[in-house]
């Protein structure tokens, strides 16, 4: 964020790490799991040559952007800042505050930011906490706009058209729910690009800038560094690479990336519906992962694409990596139980797992990957995507038993090969799916690839948890 010395009363408390899980959390480290494999096989996959003839011009959407925010003082400016920079400008921006508590400084700086650039903010202060999800269910609601777009506090959109290609790409058919670009860290770097940016400059009013979230000492550093080349590393070989080849094999993704443009109409519908019947699994999991599989089990598609870039803060040190990590993979395995008719293999022929038919219809308006909605079918038939949901889950699971057994089993030889293997094919994906700078960017790979296999106790940790809280769940019933 932007500091002044003004501000410095409104900042007294430290800055806090985000309180939503990452989406980063979650993504691939292992190119020799089986969401990795499905991925390189959708890759091969020819996809649906069906061209899309949208039913209505994106430009008239209506777009609201929501900015769920919970102490986020320390990157709300520049969240802000990232916004007003886009091509395409939203109708209304309402920042939710989450009761942040009276020493943070989120909302004063939002609406001095808002009043220094002259754009109209609506604020929305909860008096008790509610949670992201129960945020995006009042929101989704209350507003009256064709595409809700929500983007967290702690998120800025780097690239200048990311809202524009996100709506774009919302109205390429009916049944496309979501749209989400690329996600990666926002670095000290980053932050410090933004913070010279006109409207930030014209915040301060001449002030100087300082970042609360700058490392302090050698070792801050180094570990902040650390943090942000692993997620970086991963997120490109998941976004890049898995997501790339489920888009290409079902047309969608398991779940949204960071700032994420959504129908608010099926949001809204969706929502309300899962509301009443799963409350527990919106405290208890990941908002994004529980959304993704309600759209896909609706046969709504996620689609994402890898031109739009966004940045999000993680928190910070090396330490966090494992906690992320065991959070997301519980939260994923929990959801994952609520939609088990989802993670079956479908009934249908792979040749029909999406209507092909559909080119040879007299329809006016085409679709690629065009399916059925609603739950009953996909309780009878199964989805196509769901080998994806499927894979994802099998992920968190099968790597880590694998490396057990063979360490229970005293072959250490395999285990040493293995590594081997999958290090040099983690390099080589690596270096495929890097925008730029190739050779820097697998040095920074093979730098951070011991921190990889920290996630396999994360994993374990994270099925423990859930089978724990499963099982207590079974006994109470």
């Given at each position: 964020?932007?500091?002044?010395?003004?501000?410095?009363?409104?900042?007294?408390?430290?800055?806090?790490?985000?309180?939503?899980?990452?989406?980063?959390?979650?993504?691939?480290?292992?190119?020799?799991?089986?969401?990795?494999?499905?991925?390189?096989?959708?890759?091969?996959?020819?996809?649906?040559?069906?061209?899309?003839?949208?039913?209505?011009?994106?430009?008239?959407?209506?777009?609201?952007?929501?900015?769920?925010?919970?102490?986020?003082?320390?990157?709300?400016?520049?969240?802000?800042?990232?916004?007003?920079?886009?091509?395409?400008?939203?109708?209304?921006?309402?920042?939710?505050?989450?009761?942040?508590?009276?020493?943070?400084?989120?909302?004063?700086?939002?609406?001095?930011?808002?009043?220094?650039?002259?754009?109209?903010?609506?604020?929305?202060?909860?008096?008790?906490?509610?949670?992201?999800?129960?945020?995006?269910?009042?929101?989704?609601?209350?507003?009256?706009?064709?595409?809700?777009?929500?983007?967290?506090?702690?998120?800025?959109?780097?690239?200048?058209?990311?809202?524009?290609?996100?709506?774009?790409?919302?109205?390429?058919?009916?049944?496309?729910?979501?749209?989400?670009?690329?996600?990666?860290?926002?670095?000290?770097?980053?932050?410090?690009?933004?913070?010279?940016?006109?409207?930030?400059?014209?915040?301060?009013?001449?002030?100087?800038?300082?970042?609360?979230?700058?490392?302090?000492?050698?070792?801050?550093?180094?570990?902040?560094?650390?943090?942000?080349?692993?997620?970086?590393?991963?997120?490109?070989?998941?976004?890049?690479?898995?997501?790339?080849?489920?888009?290409?094999?079902?047309?969608?993704?398991?779940?949204?990336?960071?700032?994420?443009?959504?129908?608010?109409?099926?949001?809204?519908?969706?929502?309300?519906?899962?509301?009443?019947?799963?409350?527990?699994?919106?405290?208890?999991?990941?908002?994004?992962?529980?959304?993704?599989?309600?759209?896909?089990?609706?046969?709504?598609?996620?689609?994402?694409?890898?031109?739009?870039?966004?940045?999000?803060?993680?928190?910070?040190g090396v330490g966090a990596l494992p906690r992320l990590r065991a959070r997301y993979s519980a939260s994923l395995l929990r959801t994952g139980s609520r939609f088990r008719a989802?993670?079956?293999?479908?009934?249908?022929?792979?040749?029909?797992?999406?209507?092909?038919?559909?080119?040879?219809?007299?329809?006016?308006?085409?679709?690629?990957?065009?399916?059925?909605?609603?739950?009953?079918?996909?309780?009878?038939?199964?989805?196509?995507?769901?080998?994806?949901?499927?894979?994802?889950?099998?992920?968190?699971?099968?790597?880590?038993?694998?490396?057990?057994?063979?360490?229970?089993?005293?072959?250490?030889?395999?285990?040493?090969?293995?590594?081997?293997?999958?290090?040099?094919?983690?390099?080589?994906?690596?270096?495929?799916?890097?925008?730029?700078?190739?050779?820097?960017?697998?040095?920074?790979?093979?730098?951070?690839?011991?921190?990889?296999?920290?996630?396999?106790?994360?994993?374990?940790?994270?099925?423990?948890?859930?089978?724990?809280?499963?099982?207590?769940?079974?006994?109470?019933?």
């Amino acid at each position: 964020m932007a500091v002044s010395p003004r501000h410095a009363a409104a900042l007294a408390s430290p800055a806090k790490p985000p309180a939503a899980l990452s989406p980063l959390g979650g993504a691939t480290r292992f190119v020799l799991g089986p969401d990795t494999l499905v991925g390189a096989a959708g890759l091969l996959h020819p996809g649906d040559p069906t061209v899309a003839v949208p039913a209505v011009d994106w430009r008239q959407a209506l777009v609201d952007v929501v900015i769920p925010a919970c102490r986020d003082q320390a990157t709300i400016v520049l969240c802000l800042a990232a916004l007003r920079a886009q091509t395409l400008k939203p109708r209304r921006i309402v920042l939710v505050d989450d009761c942040s508590g009276e020493r943070d400084g989120t909302r004063v700086l939002a609406r001095e930011f808002a009043h220094a650039n002259g754009f109209a903010l609506d604020v929305v202060e909860q008096l008790a906490p509610g949670g992201r999800m129960a945020t995006l269910c009042e929101q989704a609601a209350r507003l009256e706009g064709d595409v809700m777009v929500v983007v967290d506090a702690h998120v800025v959109l780097d690239s200048p058209d990311y809202l524009e290609q996100c709506v774009r790409g919302l109205y390429q058919g009916s049944g496309v729910a979501a749209v989400c670009g690329t996600l990666l860290p926002l670095r000290d770097r980053d932050r410090r690009r933004w913070a010279m940016s006109d409207a930030v400059r014209r915040w301060l009013g001449g002030d100087a800038w300082r970042d609360p979230l700058q490392a302090v000492g050698v070792w801050q550093r180094i570990g902040g560094w650390l943090a942000d080349t692993s997620h970086e590393c991963s997120g490109l070989v998941h976004q890049r690479f898995v997501q790339r080849g489920q888009m290409r094999a079902f047309g969608s993704v398991c779940h949204p990336n960071g700032a994420v443009a959504y129908r608010r109409r099926y949001l809204d519908a969706l929502l309300q519906r899962y509301r009443a019947e799963d409350a527990h699994l919106h405290a208890a999991g990941h908002e994004d992962v529980f959304i993704g599989f309600a759209l896909a089990n609706e046969g709504f598609r996620t689609v994402h694409l890898p031109g739009p870039l966004a940045r999000t803060q993680l928190p910070a040190g090396v330490g966090a990596l494992p906690r992320l990590r065991a959070r997301y993979s519980a939260s994923l395995l929990r959801t994952g139980s609520r939609f088990r008719a989802l993670l079956r293999p479908p009934s249908a022929a792979p040749s029909d797992w999406w209507s092909h038919g559909a080119r040879h219809e007299q329809r006016r308006l085409l679709e690629p990957y065009r399916q059925a909605f609603g739950g009953l079918r996909t309780r009878e038939h199964g989805r196509p995507v769901g080998w994806a949901f499927a894979c994802s889950l099998l992920d968190k699971v099968a790597v880590p038993l694998a490396v057990i057994g063979l360490l229970v089993a005293g072959l250490w030889s395999w285990l040493a090969w293995m590594a081997v293997i999958e290090t040099a094919l983690w390099l080589l994906v690596l270096g495929a799916v890097a925008p730029a700078a190739r050779g820097r960017t697998m040095l920074k790979g093979l730098l951070v690839a011991p921190l990889r296999y920290l996630d396999l106790a994360a994993d374990l940790a994270g099925a423990l948890t859930f089978a724990r809280s499963h099982g207590k769940r079974a006994s109470g019933r």
